[in-house]
């Protein structure tokens, strides 16, 4: 053994070994100050500080005095107390909190002394000041006004309700498990195995019946969005193409105004009827994918997947894409993909729940919302891939192996689906080439289904050396999507601040739609646009041209790209066209006028996707780009679409395996690759904000965690107890019922700990909506007195209480029903709670609580003393509010109009 004054005897270890006292040996008033350098002691006996024997002393002869540094003259140094002792003293420290005292009232943490400063005890005159801020700078910069913040506002999105995947573990579950296994024991056998409580044979059976209701809820969900897909397509593109065909009529029979004045009659129309569904549900408003991005992170929006909603979303987009308005089909048939696979749970029979335990669980109903999205996206571009990469990159926030297998299953048979669908119902030949959406063969060419391209059709080509080209466009597109972004962000908060009233917003719709309607009706009769070209030098079949107000055999440029169906005809003419078909001022004209209305609209009381309008606007900037620059134009037209859609979705992965396999082009997915990087990298440094989707997150207030702690949160030297929510409250697990009627309503909180009721130790977790549908149960109260204070021995098993959950009534019902009679009774909870939860320590940094929290998807996470008593909670919603931290003042007050978000930095310990 060694020593820093030189090596010791073994005689000497032993006397070592005997002064390692511990703190019980001298008292409370005289602690060891530092049990890693034990030269003093501190005695009940003697006051001043004993040395040890001689033996320990220094072997070596003496040296003069040395000099004395201003460091050793700090009286924190001289009285041996190391930075490591006082963090080991800290963590030592007792943090619980009686009922009558606050964790911020604690003497650990107050406003006054900064924070999570320490004070020790000195000795010395003027001491404990000097070592209270030594203690306080060695703990680096506090921020503490993240506690106020939370204290304040209560935490981010408080309208906003979590899901939790942590794994059921409660008493009434694992019985459940042993009566399945009996259950099934005594199918198989006649011998009455089911006394046993665990069979080999029993579970596997289970396993396997749970395995293929699984995949038949996953077969279902695709099948059904394929059949949901295609009417919905059919049917909007339908409207589109006769009210277009009608108007046109009249323009060649009566002239250009009364064309005019039926394409906007029209269409206003078509936009009350977008309304309509919206007014009547409005979660049904919007795209969708900004609110499946929240659902399948676990946030709750009340009614969002309802079957109504989903009706009422699929309703006004076809009304929306009817009345010419730039709105796309996908984000509404992802949303709907979600909701299908959400309520998915609901198509087994009745008598199959047995089996459905592990499938009716908050875990696999998010899983299959994520089976039912990437569906969404199959349908919706007829593209199994990127269904199943639009899941993974941007839907799903907790993925796994066994996921990626269900939702390639579910991707697959909804475009088989699809494709038998649309072969046998279409009229004329359907051949499988048409199942890319923008591949622009024209099918009177094709001999057979063995034929992919026609004899002499050209496809877009490009060059090596055209890479750094593409990359050109790339960054363009990403700074387009970024305006794009800003701009709708800042006619987002005009809105809000308007308050428009449900009438006013029905105006709104109605208004511009009109004015939307004549422009594109007006803009290809002026004589600058109106460009007439001959339809037989065109590559591309007639029908996908028109006239408007040219002569026979001749098509207006700028009418065929602004009255056609845009995800039907008008990008595939982009991307396929020969490169004189369109010239320079139509594609810029068609462009900045789609962009335009699509900014207004996009926000609007109507259901409506922008993925088909930005590729549309992506496509007309690049093809223009090209014709200036003299490269092929449909090679750029593609790249321009990938990067709009890129810099305002900020989507990488799905986006380009959409382009390839819409366009039926897959060695374009390198050059879209280029694209979406460079659009992403310059969407992201032109504005300092997310996308569009994250846009509509924060502007709703959804508390969205994502998949990294906030910079200024990691960079910042923040505690769990900073950011925990400290008024929580505690139950036994038994406990009267007037006095968990009183926490209910006093508390808002979705789990609440458990406790013993006598040393308050942490034992358990459960759920409000678990306490509720037990207050339901009136069978279940009993008189304290009632076997020894033991219960009526009445429990419900897990199958009832999930039928108690669905039949029970509203909150306030259940308060209003329970009798003084009842309310003097008691209640039993724990064979309902969930036994050892998840927790975390007071002393743990906030990074690493977000990180627990968000890759276990948990809806709440108790915060623990070091006797494992719970002191606080933390939810997403105090999360949230993580991301304040760092911000400029100015901003933060902007934002939420609060006090500053974060302090000034002390100096570190030198």
């Keep these: 053994m060694k020593t820093k004054y030189g090596a010791l005897s073994t005689d000497e270890e032993n006397v070592e070994v005997e002064k390692m006292i511990t703190d019980e040996d001298c008292g409370d008033e005289n602690k060891v100050d530092n049990k890693f350098e034990k030269l003093t002691i501190n005695c009940d006996k003697k006051n001043d ?133 009996k259950l099934k024991s005594q199918e198989r056998e006649s011998d009455k195995r089911y006394e046993y409580k665990y069979d080999h044979a029993a579970i596997a059976a289970l396993e396997t019946e749970a395995w293929r209701i699984d995949r038949v809820l996953v077969v279902g969900i695709g099948f059904f969005m394929a059949l949901t897909g295609v ?142 999205t990437a569906a969404g996206v199959a349908a919706a571009f007829r593209s199994p891939l990127s269904g199943v990469l639009f899941a993974m990159e941007e839907g799903s926030s907790f993925w796994s192996t066994d996921l990626t297998w269900r939702c390639f299953l579910s991707a697959c048979i909804c475009v088989i689906t699809m494709y038998g669908v649309m072969q046998y119902t279409t009229v004329g030949e359907f051949h499988v080439t048409s199942m890319a959406l923008f591949n622009g063969i024209d099918e009177g060419e094709l001999k057979d289904n063995h034929a992919q391209i026609p004899d002499g059709y050209d496809v877009p080509h490009f060059a090596f050396w055209e890479y750094a080209v593409i990359a050109l466009v790339g960054s363009l597109g990403g700074l387009i999507g970024g305006a794009f972004c800003h701009l709708n962000r800042e006619l987002a908060m005009v809105r809000r601040r308007l308050s428009l009233g449900l009438a006013m917003k029905g105006v709104e719709v109605v208004a511009i739609t009109a004015t939307a309607a004549a422009l594109i009706w007006f803009v290809p009769s002026i004589p600058f646009f109106s460009t007439c070209k001959h339809i037989g030098d065109r590559q591309m079949e007639e029908t996908f041209y028109r006239q408007f107000d040219c ?38 004209a068609a462009g900045l006028l789609h962009l335009v209305i699509l900014c207004v609209c996009f926000g609007m009381a109507v259901s409506a996707g922008i993925f088909i309008p930005l590729l549309f606007i992506g496509a007309c900037f690049g093809r223009a780009f090209a014709l200036v620059v003299g ?142 549908t037990l207050l339901s149960c009136k069978k279940l109260f009993f008189a304290d007195s009632e076997e020894g204070g033991k219960g009526n021995g009445l429990a419900l098993s897990s199958s009832e209480m999930d039928m108690a959950r669905v039949e029970r009534q509203d909150e306030e019902d259940i308060f209003s029903n329970i009798s003084v009679e009842d309310a003097a009774r008691c209640i039993h909870v724990a064979p309902y709670l969930q036994i050892a939860p998840h927790t975390f320590d007071g002393h743990g940094s906030a990074e690493r609580a977000y990180e627990m929290f968000r890759c276990l998807g948990l809806r709440s996470l108790l ?23 760092g911000e400029h003042e100015h901003m933060v007050e902007k934002k939420k109009s609060l006090k500053r978000i974060y302090s000034e930095q002390s100096l570190m310990f030198e």
């Excluded at 065929?560 to 066209?577: E, H, M, R, W, Y």
């Design 863 to 885: 915060v623990v003393d070091k006797r494992f008593r719970p002191i606080g909670i933390i939810t997403r919603h105090e999360l949230a509010l993580l991301e304040e931290i």
């Design 49 to 181: 500080k004993r040395p040890l024997r001689s033996s320990l002393r220094p072997t070596s002869p003496e040296k003069p005095p040395r000099h004395i540094s201003p460091r050793e003259r700090d009286p924190l140094v001289r009285r041996g107390r190391s930075p490591r002792a006082m963090f080991d003293k800290w963590l030592r420290r007792d943090y619980s909190v009686s009922p009558a005292n606050s964790i911020f009232s604690n003497s650990s943490f107050s406003p006054s002394n900064g924070g999570w400063g320490i004070s020790p005890r000195s000795n010395t005159p003027g001491g404990g000041a000097a070592v209270t801020a030594a203690a306080e700078t060695f703990m680096g910069p506090n921020e503490r006004s993240v506690e106020k913040m939370v204290r304040f506002t209560g935490g981010h999105g408080l309208d906003y309700k979590s899901v939790d995947r942590e794994q059921i573990d409660t008493a009434v579950w694992q019985q459940r498990k042993v009566e399945l296994i």
């Design 551 to 588: 002569p026979e055999g001749d098509y207006n440029e700028i009418a065929t790209l602004l009255l056609n169906p845009l995800g039907g005809k008008s990008i595939t003419l982009l991307f396929q066209s020969d490169p004189g078909a369109f010239s320079v001022k139509s594609c810029i």
């Design 231 to 372: 009417a919905i397509s059919r049917t909007a593109d339908s409207f589109l193409e006769m009210k277009i065909d009608a108007a046109l009529d009249r323009l060649e029979l009566n002239g250009f105004t009364s064309g005019m004045a039926f394409h906007v009659g029209v269409s206003a129309l078509f936009a009350l009827g977008a309304f309509l569904p919206v007014g009547f549900r409005p979660v049904a408003a919007g795209s969708g994918i900004a609110e499946a991005k929240a659902i399948l992170n676990g946030v709750v929006i009340t009614g969002c997947t309802a079957v109504d909603a989903a009706i009422c979303k699929g309703i006004s987009v076809i009304m929306s894409v009817a009345a010419s308005l730039p709105a796309g089909l996908e984000g509404p048939m992802i949303f709907l993909g979600l909701a299908i696979g959400e309520n998915a749970n609901r198509l087994v029979p009745q008598k199959k729940l047995s089996v459905l335990d592990t499938l009716k669980t908050e875990r696999s109903r998010i899983d299959y919302a994520a089976i039912g």
């Design 631 to 772: 490269l092929d134009p449909r090679t750029y037209a593609i790249v321009g679409a990938a990067a709009t859609l890129g810099g305002v979705a900020r989507v990488l992965i799905s986006l380009t395996a959409i382009v390839a396999h819409t366009s039926s082009l897959s060695f374009f997915i390198t050059p879209v690759m280029v694209s979406t990087l460079m659009a992403k990298f310059f969407g992201d440094w032109a504005t300092g904000r997310p996308g569009i989707y994250d846009n509509i997150l924060q502007l709703r207030g959804v508390p969205f965690l994502e998949e990294e702690c906030p910079a200024g949160a990691r960079h910042a030297n923040i505690r769990a107890r900073n950011v925990m929510n400290p008024t929580v409250s505690t139950i036994t697990t038994q406990i009267n019922v007037d006095k968990l009627v009183k926490i209910l309503q006093l508390n808002n909180c979705s789990d609440f700990p458990v406790v013993d009721k006598f040393d308050k130790v942490l034992v358990g977790k459960i759920s409000r909506d678990k306490l509720l």
